[in-house]
C-alpha cells in the first residue's frame, strides 16, 4: 500500500496480529535501545538520538533521530524522524516520520507519515 501522503494510524493488533497472538513471548523480552549518539535537551526535557536502533524479539525499529519524553519503555512515547524503519513479523513499513507510544514494555500504538509511507505485510 502506498499513498504519497499516508497518515495511517496502527494499532499493532491490527498491524501485527501475530506479534500480539503467536509472538507473546516477544513481549516478554527486554527491549534493546542502540543509537550512534545520544544527548539530553533541558529545554524540551527530552532525551535526544542519533541513529536510533530498537529491538525487541523479532521486531526491530530504526531511525536517523529519535526523541523520547523518558527511557523507560513501561509507559513512553517516541518521536522518529528520517528513514523510519519498522519490523514486525507479519509486516514492514518505511516513512518519513512515527509516534510510537510503549506500553508494559511493548509497542501499542504507531502514527506513520511519510511522501510517501509504505507498508509491506
Known amino acids: 500500500m502506498q499513498d504519497s501522503r499516508l497518515k495511517i494510524l496502527v494499532v499493532l493488533a491490527v498491524f501485527a496480529p501475530g506479534l500480539v497472538s503467536g509472538q507473546l513471548g516477544d513481549l516478554r523480552l527486554p527491549i534493546s535501545l542502540d543509537a550512534d549518539s545520544s544527548e539530553y535537551d533541558g529545554k524540551s526535557t527530552m532525551v535526544v538520538f542519533r541513529g536510533l536502533r530498537l529491538t525487541q524479539g523479532s521486531m526491530g525499529i530504526e531511525a ?44 501499542v500504538l504507531a502514527t506513520i507519515t511519510g511522501s510517501p509511507a509504505t507498508f509491506e505485510p
Open 64 to 107: 536517523d533521530d529519535g526523541r523520547a519524553n523518558k527511557l523507560d519503555f513501561e509507559d513512553s512515547v517516541w518521536q522518529l524522524s528520517g528513514n523510519v524503519i519498522i519490523d514486525v513479523e507479519n509486516g514492514h513499513i518505511e516513512c518519513d516520520s512515527a509516534d510510537l507510544t510503549f506500553s508494559n514494555y511493548a509497542l
